[in-house]
Nanobody, 120 residues
Framework: QVQLVESGGGLAQPGGSLRLSCTASGTIFNLATMGWYRQAPAKQREMAATITPVGVINYADPVKGRFTISRDNDKNAMFLQMNSLKSDDAGIYFC??????????????WGQGPQVAVSS
């Protein structure tokens, strides 16, 4: 089984920055695409950013130019640098990881998510 441990959430003022991290541990044969999905209160979960093992990145339009996703394959870790934070960025940020076993069968895992608050 795979566990995703997240950290880095908290409170930031508008225009401020936060850095989220997610580390996968457990039985991992091939850690494939990872990403960050966020959900504001009373709203649907939406993709913020994803990144493949070779660095192909996809950003949602609302975060493009402000957020930067990265990963460290040696440490099974992923990061999200969040700059110029807005009130609309507030919510729970879930770490997502697709893991393939030795038979190349994919499994999806979700972290519990740190909460990001943006307030003055």
């Amino acid at each position: 089984q795979v566990q995703l441990v997240e950290s880095g959430g908290g409170l930031a003022q508008p225009g401020g920055s936060l850095r989220l991290s997610c580390t996968a541990s457990g039985t991992i044969f091939n850690l494939a695409t990872m990403g960050w999905y966020r959900q504001a209160p009373a709203k649907q979960r939406e993709m913020a950013a994803t990144i493949t093992p070779v660095g192909v990145i996809n950003y949602a339009d609302p975060v493009k130019g402000r957020f930067t996703i990265s990963r460290d394959n040696d440490k099974n870790a992923m990061f999200l640098q969040m700059n110029s934070l807005k009130s609309d960025d507030a919510g729970i940020y879930f770490c997502y990881a697709r893991v393939r076993n030795r038979s190349n069968v994919p499994y999806e895992y979700w972290g519990q998510g740190p909460q990001v608050a943006v307030s003055s």
